[in-house]
């Protein structure tokens, strides 16, 4: 069995500060969630994915980076902040679903 690295790194020898990150086994709900949140760090001066094929399953995020970040700070601040808002959505679901099914029981 072929092991295969979730995120790749590779750093552009063209540009300062930028880099894309290939990562598989995702598609656009990946690429576009991990864009709107790279948009939100002000040091992010570009940040954009690609789907290189519809058959291929894995998608390339670019991002260019202000001098006081780089690509790779910028990227796992991106990742952490999501898992954040995440958690903390999953908690005030999971809190209303609660009282709600506790509201439900009494009614009848």
Same mark, same amino acid.
């Given at each position: 069995?072929?092991?295969?690295?979730?995120?790749?790194?590779?750093?552009?020898?063209?540009?300062?500060?930028?880099?894309? %990150?290939?990562?598989?086994?995702? /598609? $656009?709900?990946?690429?576009?969630?991990?864009?709107?949140?790279? $948009?939100?760090?002000?040091?992010?001066?570009?940040?954009?994915?690609?789907? @290189? $094929? @519809?058959?291929?399953?894995?998608?390339?995020?670019?991002?260019?980076?202000?001098?006081?970040?780089? @690509?790779?700070?910028?990227?796992?601040?991106?990742?952490? /902040?999501?898992?954040?808002?995440?958690?903390?959505?999953?908690?005030? %679901?999971?809190?209303?679903?609660?009282?709600?099914?506790?509201?439900?029981?009494?009614?009848?």
């Amino acid at each position: 069995m072929q092991i295969t690295k979730r995120v790749s790194y590779e750093r552009d020898t063209k540009i300062i500060n930028a880099a894309s %990150f290939t990562i598989e086994r995702e /598609d $656009h709900t990946i690429g576009n969630i991990v864009r709107m949140q790279l $948009h939100r760090d002000e040091n992010v001066l570009f940040a954009g994915y690609k789907l @290189p $094929h @519809p058959l291929k399953y894995k998608i390339i995020i670019r991002i260019h980076t202000t001098s006081q970040s780089s @690509p790779m700070q910028a990227y796992n601040q991106a990742i952490n /902040d999501l898992d954040k808002e995440l958690d903390h959505l999953k908690n005030a %679901f999971e809190a209303e679903l609660a009282r709600h099914s506790g509201s439900q029981s009494r009614q009848y």
